[in-house]
């Protein structure tokens, strides 16, 4: 080892239809050319996959990756990567957590798993310090995530293992299943529970007993960590999250009028005060946090009716405004059963705002949600939808194909309430109240992704920098994309074009966003300027005015390989 600090040097290669498996080196090029694990699980998902496939057949693989800082002292490192072609947006679905099996997996060997193929039967992954055995699953198949892993650990008699696992969501394909770790930890967005559940697989369990390798010295390490450390301890941005979260910026973001409510339809929810930072924190509650993170950002709240993780700020959306769900333990209540069933929160929100817009024009009736009242505010036919989604139930069946693919079976004109972009649910900041936002969901190659570019943190939180025009949103936007995605987002953007990415055209947003004003609060009037802003975007990516990246610009970044596909 050494010739990369921070890596492994070493994949290990899982094909479920043969049960073979293997090691690999961690190529040369793949470590200096590209940073992290999302960049080196991009370039082999890029190599390996033919184009246009299934996403839930056995030719899609999906990778578990860390990065070079995962398993170091170096706060907030902990993340595990996740990527596959997507089965809701059919592009590339990287996603992340935190919590303990990103550091696991380095302590076990290896930097990543590469899983292929497809198992006859139920099965789960079981890699004990790098030794790899394929266990029966039969008998977990049908059980929640929580069960899931509480089984395997009484069945491995071991509680140091970690657990990544699927539910009842991943094993019926819902496009926008997750992968759950320790209850609370979550890779919820795109589908990955998905592509694990068309693999017959139901969990990979690791346990790391090992060290890990880094460049530089232990002390120079050490000096990194005590510097990151000091510059937390003065972020008061550190403490407000430190007690809130990322539900920290709920009332905020109601206040100025962009919270996303029924569905997109206002900005403003008026019942924010049973929902917000202030009504989480009333209740009791024990913190916890990631693997060697000293910011304890996560609360177990302890309410009357239930117990369970503090809800986000887009779990708060997706399961409260957007819904019209102002009852704080109600939102509890139904990010449990998403956990528990292996559901991404946005999404299924999403998903069950575009049924409930539909039931609120008559669109479709009690004949079509199988007798259910989908009335905004509905907490219990909320928590009965989703699990109808989960298990693929009735009108729940239709849902779990997200948005975009039940509006095309809907029809009727309900394809102006499925609020996508790209097959993925839009997340909780309504892009008319904030234009850089709305800019990042329109180009983001992941579909409307928040992570891919948060300008949030710019729009709300900066001084100076105004949310509301246009100007200079192009260059903000490139920017934080850029930094987002370090350098591996042209890996992305080609990917994207192979999969049939038709630039420009594909760039867009609901059409709510264009047409129609917010209705009230601090941000009543705006609409989005989507032609002007993506203008300026090309611009400053300096690709041509059909969204594709130049010739020249390919040249420059070295990837002269991929000119063929924007031609
Ligand atoms: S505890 Fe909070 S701040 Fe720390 S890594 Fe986890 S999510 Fe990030």
Known sequence: MGGYGGYNEKLRRINLSSDKTGEEKLADNLAENYLGGRGIASKILMDELEANIDPLGPENKIIFISGPLTGTVIPTTSRLCIPAKSPLTRLIGCGFCGGHFGPALKFSGYDGLIIEGKSDKPVYIWMNDGKVEIKDAAYLWGKDTFETEDLIKKELKDRRIEVACIGQGGENKVRFASVVHRKHFLVGRRGMGAVMGSKNLKAVVLKGTGGINVASSPEKIWQVYDEVLEIMDKNPVVTLFRDHGTAASVALVNQLGFMPTRNFQSGVFEKISS??????????????????????????????????????????????????????????????????????????????????????RDIITKEDTNGLDLSWGNSGAINKLIKMIALREGFGDILADGSRLAAERIG????????????????????????????????????????????????????????????????????????????????????????????????????????????????????????????????????DEEGFPTENKLKGLGLEEYINLVK
């Open 275 to 360: 929902v917000d930072e202030k009504a989480y924190f009333n209740l009791s509650f024990k913190p916890f946090s990631c693997w060697g993170c000293p910011v304890y950002c996560r609360r177990i709240l302890k309410g009357k009716k239930v117990t369970f993780s503090r809800p986000e700020h887009q779990t708060t959306f997706a399961l409260g405004s957007l819904l019209e769900n102002g009852d704080t333990e109600e939102v509890i209540r139904a990010n449990l059963l998403c956990n528990q069933y292996g559901l991404d929160c946005i999404s299924t929100g999403g998903t069950i705002a575009f049924a409930m817009e539909c039931y609120q």
């Open 412 to 543: 009727r004109g309900s394809q102006k309430y499925a609020m996508h972009v790209k097959g993925l649910e839009v997340p909780g900041y309504d892009p008319r109240g904030a234009k850089g936002i709305g800019l990042n969901y329109a180009t983001a190659t992941r579909g409307a992704d928040h992570n891919d570019g948060w300008t949030i943190a710019e729009e709300l939180y900066v001084e100076g920098v105004d949310r509301l025009t246009n100007e200079g949103k192009g260059e903000l936007t490139k920017e934080i994309q850029d930094k987002s995605k370090t350098i591996d987002s042209a890996i992305f953007c080609m990917f994207a074009l192979r999969e049939g990415f038709k630039g420009k055209k594909d760039d867009v947003v609901p059409e709510r966003f264009i047409r129609e004003e917010l209705p009230s609060g601090a941000s009543k009037g705006e609409k989005l300027d989507l032609e002007t802003l993506l203008k300026d975007y090309y611009n400053v990516r300096e690709w």
